[in-house]
């Protein structure tokens, strides 16, 4: 895959409706893509867009499960997730698969009440719910198992899942049974990456084994790590030291042992939320801001207000929408 042109420009924009009309808060999804349709959830539903012009192809009335953002930020929309060539929706009403060529619904299990972003894993769904974790059959939506896990967005890696906040619990993605334990929560999110779990602890990063979650090594800087973005050769992650703005830290990974720092940014206030070819990809109070991976220089800025969602990374392309509900596809001429 590789980054967006250095200067990309605006293809296309399309607004969609981000209100049912009974809110005052405005809350989407990140958007994702898949079979030349770009899908976001608002609180009007799930829309999905022409990758080609942004045009409506179809749009489902809806309620999108609303979580809790890290940290008490107010609220988040769970997002959706595709499979194959269906799109699965956590709502407040069950979870809902959908055919993403027209938006028509393929099943409901409404006996699953969506509390976060599902994931993927063999021919199943694994669902953070009200109660836990529910893992549903692809085919049809029918549960297969339930673990009563603090769960919001579940990290799945071969045949293991990563849950927790507290702590940090891995499960078998087959059965739901606990495969370990530890005591080191997470602030948002597990990072799973050539069976090692990335952990971003508060003020540690934590690399773990997926086997046995033995601690492999530890950075400690006392200060806020955000979960980290990891690539094959690289590791990246903000800094909040508190008295500052937020830095990103861009670390080489070793095949065995610490990861080495490389290079150090001032991103004023914000978090790496995607990396690709030579390019890392920030959300800053400014909007989106790409980084070289070489050496950590800024080399354009998409401005945004506050509330970006992280965008979708295409070959050559990136697919954004900001809080109004204006999506957005920035790429090269």
């Given at each position: 895959?590789e ?32 079979e030349?349709?770009?899908?976001v ?5 799930l ?13 489902r ?34 979870v ?9 619904t ?9 509390a ?7 021919e ?42 507290d ?26 990456a ?10 540690d ?9 033995s ?10 790590l ?22 990103t ?34 959300l ?23 509330g ?26």
């Amino acid at each position: 895959m590789e980054s967006p042109s250095p200067t990309p420009s605006v293809q296309w924009r399309s607004t969609i409706s981000v209100s049912s009309g009974d809110e005052t808060e405005r809350l989407t999804s990140g958007p994702i893509v898949a079979e030349e349709t770009v899908m976001v959830a608002t609180r009007a539903g799930l829309f999905g867009l022409s990758l080609r012009d942004g045009t409506e192809r179809w749009r489902r009335d809806l309620v999108p499960a609303a979580v809790e953002s890290a940290h008490g930020y107010g609220q988040n929309l769970a997002s959706p997730i595709v499979t194959d060539e269906t799109v699965i929706c956590p709502t407040a009403d069950g979870v809902i698969a959908l055919d993403i060529a027209d938006g028509s619904t393929l099943w409901r299990a409404d006996n699953v009440t969506g509390a976060g972003t599902p994931a993927r894993t063999g021919e199943g769904v694994i669902c953070p719910t009200t109660d836990g974790l529910t893992m549903v059959d692809t085919r049809d939506g029918s549960p297969r198992w339930t673990a009563s896990v603090d769960a919001r967005d579940p990290a799945v890696a071969d045949d293991t899942i990563l849950v927790g906040e507290d702590r940090t619990v891995a499960l078998d993605a087959e059965t739901g049974q606990r495969r370990w334990t530890v005591p080191t929560g997470t602030n948002e999110h597990a990072v799973v990456a050539d069976r090692t779990v990335y952990l971003s602890t508060g003020n540690d990063l934590v690399g773990r084994a997926l086997s046995d979650g033995s601690e492999q090594w530890r950075i400690d800087r006392g200060r806020f790590l955000a979960p980290p973005v990891v690539t094959p050769e690289s590791i990246y992650a903000v800094e909040s030291p508190g008295e500052a703005g937020d830095a990103t830290f861009a670390f080489d990974r070793a095949a065995d042992g610490k990861p080495t720092p490389r290079w150090c940014s001032q991103v004023g206030s914000g978090a790496v939320t995607a990396a690709a070819g030579d390019g890392l990809f920030t959300l800053q109070s400014a909007g989106l801001v790409a980084f070289t991976s070489d050496f950590g220089d800024a080399t354009w800025r998409y401005p945004l207000q506050d509330g970006l969602q992280p965008p979708a990374v295409l070959d050559d392309a990136l697919v954004t929408v900001s809080p109004e509900g204006v999506v957005a596809a920035l790429g090269g001429d």
